[in-house]
């Protein structure tokens, strides 16, 4: 008898910050998922080239295509990220530009996490980036942790019960939309 294989979650961190806030909250979310699921985080978003309409037809760069087929690949994708300047960093918003021209983001299910120091305005903005290029979510899979560095220790554990709360909810809400 075959083993049935593992639903795939893919997780992309806004920060290029290598073991960043978000990067500890994606680490933090792979091990308390049910072990039904297996995220891969995706860590090289500071490779990625600036978004071009005129290389996304014919000549799309070979990282941005093994980007969108990991989202095809996957029954759910989870964001988080920080907030710069009240805004999405630009390495996170220039990646979803290379998926705009794209369905890749249809109708997938997403997660999507704001851990920074306010984070209202990046999550509002990720909130319709995502609403516009129709990937599906709701109230229960978005979260804002704000402070967040005040909420992690230095190896990245939860020290702050609501946001460990929070976060578990999201988990379990993720996990029921996946599942649907």
Partial sequence: MMMDKKKKIFAVSGSTRKNSS?????????????????????EDLESIPHFNPDLDNENVPEIITVFRNKIIAAVGVVICTPEYVFSLPGSLKNVL?????????????????????????????????????????????????????????????????KTLVSLLAFIRSFEKQVEE
Avoid: P, Y
């Fill in 22 to 42: 978000n990067f500890k909250i994606l680490k933090f979310i792979s091990e308390h998922i049910n072990d039904q699921f297996e995220i891969e985080i995706f």
């Fill in 97 to 161: 530009e290379w998926c705009v021209s794209t369905t890749v983001f249809s109708n997938k299910k997403v997660g999507l996490i704001t851990a920074s120091a306010s984070g209202e305005k990046g999550q509002e903005q990720l909130s319709l980036i995502m609403k516009t290029i129709e990937a599906k979510f709701d109230n229960d899979t978005q979260l804002l942790i704000q402070g967040i560095r005040g909420k992690l220790d230095l190896d990245g554990n939860i020290i702050d019960e």
